[in-house]
């Protein structure tokens, strides 16, 4: 009787549990759209979160699931779009509208590690669309970045197209080390500085190879939390560039052109005409006592001007027909398991002097299989070819076209009467540079292959393994010819077979990384949820180069180092590093309220000696979207989001050369006729890596569903900081590397976004980024005797409580208006007076840095007609003329081997005269073209960055065309200028250690361009 009362209660329970079982599953059903075109998507997989249950949309797009819970989670999941998640809260139908990739931008961060959901992110980053960076005239895509970043700075070391740009995020923070920033393409770390052998024909930029219409997004990565993924190689903050990739749905084709015309953006300084140039010729030989006056002058030392000839030689080198082309041709699609893009690109600019110009031809293929179920395979490829011929710059150069205009005579003619080229110039200081542009050759070829593949492998619904490889391939041909006739060829007169030269080298780099990451994502319920990512990653980067230079060229036409009869140079090396690093990212969220993340990165670098190589690396962010809690409900239907984050991190800079820690020798002397070996370079084996300390914290708001707001505070502090060391001469060196200084950067970053009007026809949408941000050297290193070391040069100082290489030289007082004499400062910008230079005192400048800069964006949209601005901003910095001891020399090199300011014809000349400039006396040892603030400007400016007026055609008309879109527009870059510091006449936007150089001054560009999509 017992064992059936057991049995029967049993069957009871059982029944029970069942019923009970039964009661809370339910079946859900639904539609899923493509948010963008409410087409049905088929294919979509959905899945109960956490468990194995799953279903597929059908051809409408519809689906039937079983779930156990009334608050079970949904996940939709489709090739080419982002995933969603919905809590079914009890409901037993859920529709549901998926957004593309390219759409879900703004609600998701590419951290190159997968996606981050910008709600729970704790980082700080800013994410530029493709939108903001297909279809511009750049021949680099890092241009775009330019006054759409807060914390981000880049001016151009070069006009020159192709050229390097300088970008620093968040200020400075090595003194010896790279401050830029790494980029990463489709989750690969790349190569994207500069790899040709001669930097005297400036720099053609990796990331030059790259068609800006197949960029998806930009992502800029600036603090701990957001780049301690990356280890050492993020340390001055990380852009991720993300390529286009296929979509569901038929093929769509799309064709870009454009065309325009390009010039300088600012004109550069006014020099003295022939008139002025003879007037103050003759008077500064007055003013020397070399004659009583001026018509004895004229007598014994005739100018050689023939009263009418007044060259301009700015506009002598300029390219007149400076153009600039692009033409791109593409193609996307897919269906369920696989999707498509491909493309191919034209690009081409001419520099705005003549002789120069860059050609870009591209190719691109993205294809995303998934394989099986469980089982995906992405693959990637990017080849480029590059050519560009440069000029000489940088410096000097007898050939340099942007020294031309500074140094040769006005009443110099560049053409003969016979319409040949003019080589016989009164001043020898620089060559003609029409001949040298015809004749001589600065050319660089660049192919570039990169492919990224990755295998993904859902082991179990939460559970992923996915193992990506990168392959970095980039080969530079460097060709360098000069004439035998004319030029800097012609080394001997008296000896014909030295005339000619040319240089040619061969440089091959090869990068690859290795990524393999495990990730887990725990949903326990609906308040809570565990991510977790183990990432294992090795990258090794290697680098040759062979090369050979020499002189004697036979005869024209010959431009190889095959045909030359001497050589006196040659090299071939080869250069590697690599690295190994093992990572772990743990992240938990709470609801949609609470979010906290912590990575840490263990990461071993070849550069450093063994028992250093390591360094672990780590952040810890938590955001909290406070908004969501209960408290803040009253306020929903103005405050939208409100989220306040912070994170704490410590990642490390290791962008230095190789093998600074051995000890080496040099094996390439000669003694007594032989081969010779001697110290090279004297290691440190402590050597290790810079470390930087970093704080963030934000706070992002969103206001009446129209305005987004974010302000962060950030502070990062270098420590370990590597310095070159003076060493004591009896060791053999002047200096060794170390790890002995510190220096800090700290400032603000505040972005607006706002739809001002959000009319059906007509709407306003204002983007403003500010960023302040302020560096100072707190440590330096120490001398025996406890003295700190300071790093000096003629007009920079490194010192502590100062910003890194602040200017340091002495104040220029002006012209004294009895004497005429040069005047500075005896000790700082006031007091007492001197005209004698070795008096004067040297003092505090600020430095090259900006401490305030930003952008302004408007756009206005009405019935398909668009115009967009954007505006750049920058104060706060100096920008010093490298070359003004020559071209402000108040007569010293004025007549001899250069032109001068037209400033320099407001000179003094009489007792009482209040002028600019001094005394004008030839040969003037007075000093006044010394270092002094004299050359010192404000580097204070506005720009009109990027313009763009536009013209989508209507639906009506397009349809009838049986195209799926077309619009038209003119686009203008650097249009407009404004300089704060009137006396400074060169282009403000200078490199980033603020020295003004001879190089091809910022581009502005005009162009029209056509889209059509069928």
């Not at 360098?480 to 007169?493: E, I, K, M, Q, T």
Request: glycine share 10%.
């Amino acid at each position: 009787m017992r064992k059936i009362q057991l049995l029967l209660m049993s069957f009871l329970f059982i029944s029970t549990i069942s019923l009970t079982v039964q009661a809370q599953e339910r079946v859900v059903t639904g539609r899923v759209i493509d948010s963008g075109t409410n087409d049905p998507l088929p294919g979509v997989s959905v899945i109960v979160k956490g468990t194995t249950t799953g279903s597929i949309t059908d051809a409408t797009g519809k689906y039937s699931i079983t779930v156990a819970q009334s608050n079970a989670i949904l996940q939709f999941s489709f090739i080419g779009f982002a995933t969603k998640e919905v809590t079914i809260n009890g409901q037993s139908t859920v529709d549901v509208s998926l957004i593309t990739d390219a759409q879900s931008l703004s609600e998701v961060i590419v951290t190159g590690y997968g996606n981050r959901d910008k709600v729970s992110f704790t980082g700080s980053a800013t994410t530029l669309g493709g939108d903001k960076i297909e279809h511009k005239p750049f021949a680099t895509v890092d241009q775009a970045l330019q006054g759409n970043v807060a914390g981000l700075q880049m001016s151009a070391s070069s006009g020159t197209p192709g050229a390097l740009q300088d970008i620093r995020i968040r200020g400075v923070s090595s003194i010896i080390g790279s401050n830029a920033p790494l980029f990463v393409i489709d989750g690969v770390p790349v190569v994207s500085g500069e790899l040709e052998r001669s930097t005297s024909t400036g720099t053609l930029s990796v990331l030059s190879s790259l068609n800006s219409n197949d960029i998806e997004s930009m992502t800029v990565l600036k603090d701990a939390s957001a780049t301690a993924f990356y280890g050492a190689r993020g340390a001055n903050g990380v852009i991720v560039i993300t390529t286009k990739k296929g979509k569901v749905g038929k093929p769509v084709f799309s064709v870009s052109a454009q065309t325009g015309v390009v010039s300088r953006a600012i004109k550069g300084p006014k020099m003295l005409n022939a008139s002025q140039w003879d007037e103050l010729y003759y008077e500064s030989l007055v003013n020397s006592g070399d004659a009583s006056t001026i018509e004895e002058a004229k007598k014994n030392y005739p100018s050689g001007w023939d009263g009418t000839t007044n060259t301009d030689w700015r506009d002598v080198v300029s390219n007149k027909d400076a153009k600039t082309y692009s033409l791109d041709f593409s193609v996307r699609g897919g269906n369920d398991k696989s999707n498509y893009y491909t493309s191919l690109g034209y690009f081409a600019q001419d520099g705005v002097n003549t002789g120069s110009n860059y050609k870009r031809y591209t190719g691109k293929v993205s294809l995303q299989n998934a394989l099986t179920s469980k089982l995906t395979l992405n693959n990637s490829t990017n080849i480029s070819y590059v050519l560009q011929n440069g000029q000489l710059e940088n410096s000097a150069y007898f050939g340099n076209p942007d020294a031309a205009y500074l140094f040769l005579r006005p009443m110099d003619k560049p053409y003969n009467e016979d319409g040949s080229i003019n080589t016989n110039m009164s001043a020898n200081a620089i060559f003609n540079p029409l001949y040298i542009a015809k004749y001589n050759i600065n050319r660089r070829k660049q192919t570039h292959l990169f492919n990224v593949a990755s295998l993904g492998y859902d082991i179990l619904n939460n559970l992923k393994f996915t193992t990506t490889l990168g392959l970095d391939y980039i080969l530079n041909e460097e060709l360098y010819f000069a004439n035998r006739n004319y030029g800097d060829g012609v080394r001997d007169p008296d000896d014909p077979t030295q005339n000619g030269t040319s240089e040619a080298y061969s440089n091959r780099n090869f990068n690859w990384n290795w990524k393999n990451m495990l990730e887990y994502g725990w949903q326990i319920n609906a308040n809570h949820r565990v991510d977790a990512k183990a990432v294992y990653e090795s990258q090794r980067n290697q680098y040759y180069t062979l090369g050979v230079s020499g002189y004697g060229i036979a005869a024209d036409g010959l431009i190889y180092p095959e045909s030359i009869s001497t050589t006196d140079g040659w090299t071939g090396y080869t250069e590697d590093w690599s690295l190994n690093a093992v990572s772990g990212i743990l992240g938990y969220k709470f609801k949609n309220n609470i979010s906290v993340d912590g990575t840490i990165r263990g990461e071993g670098s070849s550069k450093f000696a063994p028992g250093k190589r390591w360094g672990t690396f780590y952040s810890i962010g938590a955001a909290w979207s406070f908004s969501e809690e209960t408290f803040m409900q009253s306020m929903k239907s103005w405050l939208t989001l409100a989220k306040l984050r912070a994170s704490y991190g410590v990642t490390g800079n290791s962008n230095i050369d190789p093998n600074k820690y051995q000890s080496l020798l040099s094996y390439g002397g000669v003694y007594n006729g032989g081969p010779a070996v001697s110290p090279g370079q004297v290691g440190n084996t402590n050597l290790t890596w810079e470390k930087n300390a970093n704080v963030n914290v934000g706070l992002d708001v969103e206001l009446f569903g129209r305005i987004n707001a974010t302000v962060e505070y950030f502070r990062r502090r270098t420590y370990d900081l590597l310095q070159e060391v003076p060493l004591s001469y009896t060791t053999g060196f002047t200096s060794q590397t170390q790890n002995v200084g510190e220096m800090v950067n700290k400032g603000f970053e505040v972005t607006v976004g706002a739809d001002i009007l959000k009319a059906s026809a007509f709407k306003w949408n204002v983007n403003v980024n500010l960023t302040s941000v302020h560096n100072k050297v707190t440590k330096l290193a120490t001398s025996s005797t406890g003295d700190e070391i300071k790093i000096t040069s003629s007009t920079r100082i490194v010192q502590t409580g100062h910003p890194v290489y602040s200017w340091y030289m002495p104040t220029w007082a002006g012209v004294d208006p009895q004497t005429g004499s040069p005047l500075w400062y005896k000790s700082g910008a006031s007091g007492e007076t001197t005209s004698t230079y070795s008096q004067a005192g040297y003092s505090f400048h600020g430095s090259a840095l900006p401490t305030f800069y930003g952008g302004i964006t408007n756009r206005f949209d009405y019935k398909g007609i668009y115009l967009s601005a954007n505006l750049y901003y920058s104060t706060g910095n100096k920008i010093y003329d490298s070359w003004g001891s020559y071209t402000q020399s108040d007569g010293k090199y004025t007549f001899t081997i250069a032109n001068g300011y037209a400033s320099q014809y407001d000179r003094w000349q009489k007792p009482g005269d209040i002028a600019e400039s001094p005394k004008n006396v030839y040969n003037n040892t007075s000093l006044s073209n010394s270092n002094s603030t004299r050359r010192l400007y404000s580097g204070e400016y506005f720009r009109l960055r990027d313009v763009t007026l536009g013209y989508n055609f209507p639906t009506t008309l397009i349809s009838k065309l049986k195209l799926g879109s077309a619009s038209v527009y003119v686009k203008g870059n650097n249009l407009w200028t404004w300089v704060a510091d009137k006396k400074l006449q060169f282009d403000p936007e200078t490199r980033a250690d603020g020295l003004l150089q001879l190089t091809a001054q910022p581009l502005k560009t005009v162009a029209v361009g056509l889209n059509v999509t069928f």
